[in-house]
């Protein structure tokens, strides 16, 4: 799996992850909040590396891992932006929006930024573990 691979699948599902919350919780009466989007990413990227690890029988290379932890910050974004604009533009009030949606994406981005990497280094040592154990149950 290419690393475009890798972020088309992260995309897809943080997307899926992001509205499967939202519907499951809105069905049963709770309000979403930042944790729900957390999680939706913390699943999203632990999946994706998980898969790309597997995949590839490697995790990735000293080039691979920026490239990949910056295209998820990418996507991840992305997502928020056009969930933020479409907020706004459903309010109806999009332009005095701007300023905050600005202030929240750059917010939001240096929290995601931290969640990803260290969620990004997490998969890898799972990633690790696995193809341990797999060594050694076949040398055993």
């Known amino acids: 799996m290419s ?12 997307l899926v992850l992001l509205l499967g919350i939202a519907i499951a919780l809105s ?13 939706a990413l913390l699943g999203a990227v632990m999946w994706a ?8 029988g490697r995790y990735f290379t000293r080039e691979e891992k920026p490239r990949a932890v910056l295209g998820m910050l990418a996507v991840d974004l992305a997502l928020q932006a ?11 009030a ?4 701007m300023g905050p949606l ?6 939001i981005g240096v929290l995601h930024a931290v969640t990803i ?13 696995a193809q341990k154990q797999k ?5 055993a």
């Open 49 to 56: 590396c998980m898969a790309f690890g597997k995949r590839n």
């Open 117 to 129: 990497y260290f969620f990004v280094g997490l998969s890898g040592k799972q990633v690790a573990a």
């Open 94 to 97: 999009l332009a005095p929006q």
């Open 102 to 107: 600005l202030f929240s994406l750059v917010f």
């Open 135 to 139: 060594t050694d149950r076949g040398q």
């Open 3 to 14: 690393i475009r691979g890798l972020l088309v699948r992260f995309g897809l599902a943080y």
């Open 82 to 92: 056009a969930f933020g604009l479409g907020v706004g533009l459903l309010s109806g």
């Open 27 to 39: 069905l049963l009466g709770v309000k979403t909040n930042a944790g729900t989007n957390t999680a």
